[in-house]
């Protein structure tokens, strides 16, 4: 859970960027029902420290806002991992970056006074470099739907979806990648403590099936692959660089809490904690958002 650029038709404060962010939609400020359309530009920072590390992923995407419904970008993301010095000390792993997958997506965009919806088809290509755990090595894609609604402070989302890996959320970057079908789910709600200030909360499941490939991003080319000094975590991405297996190993529950603030039109902060079940491992978090596109006149 995972962070582009958006087109929110009522836009939902913290709750719409961070659930974007989570499936890979594109984010835009909007701040009216007003039909916009045009190029988009974003840039993502986000990062997750735990026991293990921290690994910090820069997001640029562009894109194009067709209408209020429909728009399409690429992304290019690049991973900085910095293992802790304990896991260093075992494994030879060093801190690292590179190149991950760059991905296209496409997005649909309904707004009802029920419940909005917003529906997203990424695929990824396999650009980043598998010997570190930036790809699997595997062309990738992800189909995620996204429900929410406002009831005055408070907003309420739920979404669901299917892919061929577990994508980075805001409220973790993963320090691995993976390949085989996974089902997932979140569900939570935002609260608007004041203008542009909110908070909010979400419960997750990654839902594996068939056989899983893990591939750690905490093991570098140079490092000895496996060498993981007994298990501290239920998963295998902190003792061998590669592992393959059923999909007991790479299934994942948990939940997250965040505080986010928007400064302005053209940036979102937010800082939060998550805690995986599965992995017994706690992740501070963090995601600054920029959205260069507001620099652009939007009907160019």
């Given at each position: 859970?995972?962070?582009?650029?958006?087109?929110?038709?009522?836009?939902?404060?913290?709750?719409?960027?961070?659930?974007?962010?989570?499936?890979?939609?594109?984010?835009?400020?909007?701040?009216?029902?007003s039909?916009?359309?045009g190029?988009?530009?974003?840039?993502?920072?986000?990062?997750?420290?735990?026991?293990?590390?921290?690994?910090?992923?820069?997001?640029?995407?562009?894109?194009?806002?067709?209408?209020?419904?429909l728009?399409?970008?690429?992304?290019?993301?690049?991973?900085?991992?910095?293992?802790?010095?304990?896991?260093?000390?075992?494994?030879?792993?060093?801190?690292?970056?590179?190149?991950?997958?760059?991905?296209?997506?496409?997005?649909?965009?309904?707004?009802?006074?029920?419940?909005?919806?917003?529906?997203?088809?990424?695929?990824?290509?396999?650009?980043?470099?598998?010997?570190?755990?930036?790809?699997?090595?595997h062309?990738?894609?992800?189909?995620?739907n996204?429900?929410?609604?406002?009831?005055?402070?408070?907003?309420?989302?739920?979404?669901?979806?299917?892919?061929?890996?577990?994508?980075?959320?805001?409220?973790?970057?993963?320090?691995?990648?993976?390949?085989?079908?996974?089902?997932?789910?979140?569900?939570g709600a935002?609260?608007?403590?004041?203008?542009?200030?909110?908070?909010?909360?979400?419960?997750?499941?990654?839902?594996?099936?068939g056989?899983?490939?893990?591939?750690?991003?905490?093991?570098?080319?140079?490092?000895?692959p496996?060498?993981?000094?007994?298990?501290?975590?239920?998963?295998?991405?902190?003792?061998?660089?590669?592992?393959?297996?059923?999909?007991?190993?790479a299934?994942d529950?948990?939940?997250?809490?965040?505080?986010?603030?928007?400064?302005?039109?053209y940036?979102?902060?937010?800082?939060?904690?998550s805690?995986?079940?599965?992995?017994?491992?706690?992740?501070?978090?963090?995601?600054v958002?920029?959205?260069?596109?507001?620099?652009?006149?939007?009907?160019?």
């Amino acid at each position: 859970m995972q962070y582009s650029t958006e087109l929110t038709i009522r836009f939902h404060l913290f709750s719409s960027i961070v659930l974007a962010a989570a499936i890979g939609a594109p984010v835009i400020f909007a701040d009216d029902d007003s039909d916009v359309h045009g190029i988009t530009f974003t840039e993502k920072i986000l990062g997750s420290g735990s026991s293990l590390g921290f690994v910090t992923k820069f997001d640029t995407a562009v894109g194009y806002q067709f209408n209020r419904y429909l728009a399409v970008e690429g992304g290019i993301p690049v991973y900085m991992v910095n293992p802790s010095n304990s896991l260093s000390s075992v494994t030879g792993t060093h801190s690292q970056s590179g190149l991950g997958d760059v991905y296209a997506d496409v997005r649909l965009t309904l707004a009802n006074p029920v419940v909005n919806y917003t529906g997203i088809v990424t695929a990824g290509a396999p650009t980043g470099d598998r010997s570190i755990g930036f790809s699997t090595g595997h062309a990738s894609w992800d189909w995620s739907n996204l429900f929410d609604r406002t009831f005055d402070r408070i907003t309420p989302f739920a979404e669901v979806g299917m892919g061929n890996t577990i994508l980075d959320q805001p409220y973790f970057i993963r320090p691995f990648t993976t390949f085989g079908f996974v089902s997932h789910l979140e569900g939570g709600a935002s609260y608007k403590l004041w203008r542009m200030v909110s908070v909010g909360a979400s419960l997750y499941a990654i839902e594996p099936a068939g056989q899983q490939t893990v591939v750690s991003k905490l093991f570098g080319s140079s490092s000895n692959p496996g060498s993981g000094a007994g298990r501290r975590h239920h998963g295998t991405f902190d003792t061998a660089s590669e592992t393959v297996g059923s999909a007991d190993i790479a299934r994942d529950h948990g939940l997250a809490a965040w505080f986010g603030v928007r400064p302005s039109r053209y940036a979102q902060f937010e800082i939060g904690y998550s805690h995986s079940l599965d992995y017994s491992l706690d992740n501070v978090f963090f995601g600054v958002i920029f959205n260069l596109g507001s620099l652009i006149p939007k009907h160019f």
